[in-house]
T-cell receptor, first 113, second 114 residues
Framework: KNEVEQSPQNLTAQEGEFITINCSYS?????LHWLQQHPGGGIVSLFM???GKKKHGRLIATINIQEKHSSLHITASHPRDSAVYIC???????????????FGKGTKLSVKP | EPEVTQTPSHQVTQMGQEVILRCVPI?????FYWYRQILGQKVEFLVS????????KSEIFDDQFSVERPDGSNFTLKIRSTKLEDSAMYFC????????????FGPGTRLTVL
C-alpha cells in the first residue's frame, strides 16, 4: 500500500531555532512535494524534488531515495513560519498512467517569539 | 505572478442540492486537479483532467461528481446531490505539463452542507 508518514505531528519552536520535519514513504516514487498550508487553509507549493537537495531562502528540502525519506529544514525560524507543512508523494506507476499525489497528514509548526 | 483562483470562497448548501465549484487555472497550464480536505484530515486526491478528459480519479470521485472545462479558462467541479459528508475544503490545482511538474494550488472553496 502506498503510504506517506510525517513526523512529528506537532512541533513548537522558539524563534531562531533550526527546524526539521520528516517524511517517509513506503515504495518507489517519481517525485515528492513539500507544501505549506496557512491557518486560513490556502496551500502553497514549497518544493518539488526527486533527488538530492533544494534550497529556497531559509528553507531546505532533501530526499534520500534509497532510504525513502525526505526532510524539510527551516533555518532561523520565525513566527511567520507557523503553518502546517505537508509532504505529498507521486508514487511510481508502472501501469502507464501518471498517478496522483498521496498526501501525508501534515506537521503543525508553531514558532513562538 | 500568475495564480490559480477559485470561486466562491465559501458555499453553504442544503443536503441534496447541486453545487458547482469553479476554478481558473494558470493560463498556460495543461493539467488540472481537484482535491478535498475534510476538516482535521489530510488532503485527498479527487480527479485529474487533461486534454478535456479525466486522466485519473480516486474512489471518492463517484457518480455524484463530475468535472468540466466549459470554456478556455474555467475548470469546474459539480456535485450532483450533496451529502453531509461532502462538507470539506475543495482545492483546485494546475500544473504545466503533467503531474510530474510542480502543482499550483488555488485558495480553496469551503463547502458546508447542512
Amino acid at each position: 500500500k502506498n503510504e506517506v508518514e510525517q513526523s512529528p505531528q506537532n512541533l513548537t519552536a522558539q524563534e531562531g531555532e533550526f527546524i526539521t520535519i520528516n517524511c517517509s514513504y513506503s515504495v518507489g516514487i517519481s517525485a515528492l512535494h513539500w507544501l505549506q498550508q496557512h491557518p486560513g487553509g490556502g496551500i502553497v507549493s514549497l518544493f518539488m524534488l526527486s533527488s538530492g537537495k533544494k534550497k529556497h531562502g531559509r528553507l531546505i528540502a532533501t530526499i534520500n531515495i534509497q532510504e525513502k525519506h525526505s526532510s524539510l529544514h527551516i533555518t532561523a525560524s520565525h513566527p511567520r513560519d507557523s503553518a502546517v507543512y505537508i509532504c505529498a508523494v507521486l508514487f511510481m506507476n508502472y501501469g502507464g498512467s501518471q498517478g496522483n499525489l498521496i498526501f501525508g497528514k501534515g506537521t503543525k509548526l508553531s514558532v513562538k517569539p | 505572478e500568475p495564480e490559480v483562483t477559485q470561486t466562491p470562497s465559501h458555499q453553504v448548501t442544503q443536503m441534496g442540492q447541486e453545487v458547482i465549484l469553479r476554478c481558473v487555472p494558470i493560463s498556460n497550464h495543461l493539467y488540472f486537479y481537484w482535491y478535498r480536505q475534510i476538516l482535521g484530515q489530510k488532503v485527498e486526491f479527487l480527479v485529474s483532467f487533461y486534454n478535456n478528459e479525466i486522466s485519473e480519479k480516486s474512489e471518492i470521485f463517484d457518480d455524484q461528481f463530475s468535472v468540466e472545462r466549459p470554456d478556455g479558462s474555467n475548470f469546474t467541479l459539480k456535485i450532483r446531490s450533496t451529502k453531509l459528508e461532502d462538507s470539506a475544503m475543495y482545492f483546485c490545482a494546475s500544473s504545466a505539463t503533467s503531474s510530474y511538474n510542480e502543482q499550483f494550488f488555488g485558495p480553496g472553496t469551503r463547502l458546508t452542507v447542512l
